[in-house]
């Protein structure tokens, strides 16, 4: 039986191009679980604008990057709507620096948050999905898991990770009418990329062929085409929306 509303669960949703996918989702006709790790305004911004668009919302703190943070997120989404129809792993940070300066720290929380808590929520995620046979899965890897950059190993290596796990899940769960993709970002204009010093602001557009960075929704219609029922028989890819950087 096909659900009135469909229900989406986004990492790391508060800010950014978490944002612009609660937003494209909830105006497509989800309702939306928000997750955030510690920004409560931002969330409630993006809540916010999510009802406008007239989804249901809730908002649930915690650090997917820890099992009991995953279990916390899931049970709150059990709790609320019953049932899990779409998953996107958006939550990331970066702690960028040459390997032979970076610290264990550094590698361990970037790995943490951008590919262990992946996983923890695809293996939440999956057990309510394969239980009504049917979920979506979009993995938010980048550019750099595919090409690699230079200051970024621990990024660039669970961005990487992401891909393998997006591949290899998808064989696990193609036959539940589950599907798996990743979305494979370029330069996005964030917060994080208005932050950068101009002279790399320059250089990374001098690496992108179509000129400009990316505006946040274009990467969330892309999560939505991933999203959609029709898009059943698509499964193991990566879309890269980078302006051309990969190719």
């Known amino acids: ?31 939306i679980c928000l997750n955030y790790a510690g920004n409560a305004a931002a969330a409630e911004e993006t809540a916010a604008l ?81 239980h009504q046979r049917y979920g979506r899965i979009i993995n938010m890897t980048s550019v750099v898991g595919l090409r690699g950059n230079a200051g970024q190993v621990n990024y660039a290596a669970s961005k990487a990770g992401l891909i ?31 932050a950068m010093p101009e002279a790399a602001r320059t250089a990374a557009l001098a690496t992108i062929p179509a000129g400009r ?3 946040p929704d274009e990467i969330a219609r892309a999560v939505e085409f991933f999203a959609a029922e029709g898009s059943s028989y698509i499964t193991g890819q990566v879309l890269c929306v980078d302006g051309g950087m990969a190719v």
């Open 213 to 215: 960075m990316a505006d």
């Open 50 to 130: 999510c009802r406008e668009a007239g989804a249901q919302v809730l908002t649930v703190q915690a650090d997917v990057s820890s099992t009991q943070g995953c279990t916390d997120l899931f049970d709150a989404v059990k709790k609320q709507f019953g049932r899990v129809d779409v998953l996107v792993n958006n939550a990331g940070i970066t702690r960028d620096g040459l390997l032979l300066r970076m610290s264990e720290a550094d590698y361990d929380a970037v790995l943490g948050t951008n590919l262990k808590g992946a996983v923890f929520c695809c293996k939440a995620a999956s057990r309510m999905m394969m």
């Open 164 to 194: 393998g796990l997006t591949k290899s899940l998808a064989k696990e769960l193609a036959s539940r009418n589950i599907t798996v993709n990743a979305v494979a970002p370029g330069f996005v204009g964030t917060e994080m990329t208005a």
């Open 1 to 31: 039986m096909v659900p009135d509303r469909r229900v989406a669960v986004v990492t790391g949703g508060s800010r950014g191009i978490g944002r612009a996918v609660c937003v494209r989702l909830a105006k497509a006709g989800y309702d």
